[in-house]
């Protein structure tokens, strides 16, 4: 500090930002210059090749299904998950009502917590093994198993082009909801009780203290939620990997981003092409985190 207070920060702060630029940044400019070249990864000098590679994913009839799969998880996985995790949230913490002159949740509300987040410490890979079995097109997956007790013919969730991608959906929301529990659940316990109080005082039912209390002060954490949810409908490379047939089938029809530029990359050696794609996907998701968070943004509520 004696050489001055600005040497003491710069100091401090070299450090962290030339690993940031050597192994964020520099990565992210490598990755669109090579998609401005037919780098097959392994010469030393690709050759540079423009758009070339950008005006094929025009035309590419399998990136624009991934694209729409993309939009598919856009819209129902952080709609789906956030409703469940709110509604679970809201049982956990502030359903019992009054006791003790606070809030609390139903009975046995820390154990469901645990329940819940479990999905959350196992393996992507665990949890796609785990689905391979309860989706088996057979009568020995557990689905299966329990609709045909009822009569009910087997159905090929994961073979079937029109329930594939729902099913893999539906494993993605499984395993997400857990955790947005527990977020919506830190941003309910940091509202002031005296709100819900105040509220109960007034005759404010269980809908009234949700919909005209919770939610509104939880907004800046749905807001979060929807981000973090957005972008992982941007990825779900390794469910869709394990889970569906012949790695985005049947037909394509649940294939994604992530998938194609892994396959391009590493089954045909199209490193130039993938890095497109790669590019293609960064922008879409920047896109989406900054429309979302202008979209939603409001005036916060002070406490």
């Known amino acids: ?3 001055g207070r600005y040497p003491f920060i710069v100091g401090f ?3 962290p930002v030339i690993l940031y630029v050597v192994f964020v940044i520099s990565p992210y400019v490598q990755a669109f210059y090579i998609a401005l070249t037919n780098w ?3 010469s030393a000098n690709p050759q540079f090749v423009g758009l070339e590679n950008f005006s094929r994913l025009l035309d590419d009839e399998v990136f624009w299904a991934a694209v729409r799969h993309h939009g598919l998880l856009l819209l129902v996985m952080p ?3 956030i409703v469940i995790a709110l509604f679970f949230s809201f049982l956990l913490n502030l359903s019992g009502g009054q006791r003790g002159g606070q809030m609390t949740g139903i009975w046995g509300s820390k154990v469901y917590r645990v329940i819940f987040f479990m ?3 196992l393996a992507v890979a665990i949890v796609g093994v785990l689905f391979q079995t309860i989706y088996r097109p057979d009568e020995t997956g557990v689905i299966n198993g329990l ?3 009822v009569g009910i013919d087997p159905v090929g969730w994961l073979i079937e082009p029109d329930l594939a991608l729902w099913a893999i959906m539906g494993v993605v929301v499984w395993q997400a909801v857990g955790f947005y529990v527990v977020l919506f659940s830190a941003g309910m316990s940091s509202i002031p009780k005296d709100v819900f ?4 005082l007034d005759g404010a039912g269980r809908f009234t203290l949700f919909f005209k209390i919770t939610l509104p002060l939880l907004w800046d954490t749905m807001q979060v939620a929807w981000v973090y949810l957005g972008i992982a409908a941007f990825d779900c490379f390794a469910l869709v990997q394990v889970l569906s047939v012949d790695r985005g089938g049947p037909d394509n029809s649940t294939t994604v981003l992530p998938l194609e530029i892994w396959r391009t990359a590493f089954n045909f050696s199209k490193f130039g092409y993938a890095s497109a794609m790669g590019v293609a996907l960064f922008f879409m998701t920047i896109t989406f985190a900054a429309l979302t968070l202008r979209v939603t943004r409001r005036e916060r509520i002070e406490f």
């Open 79 to 81: 709609l789906v998950t």
């Open 1 to 3: 500090m004696r050489h």
């Open 147 to 149: 609709l045909g007790k």
């Open 40 to 42: 097959k990864g392994i």
């Open 119 to 121: 999905p959350q410490v």
């Open 197 to 200: 109080e105040a509220a109960a």
């Open 13 to 15: 702060l070299a450090a």
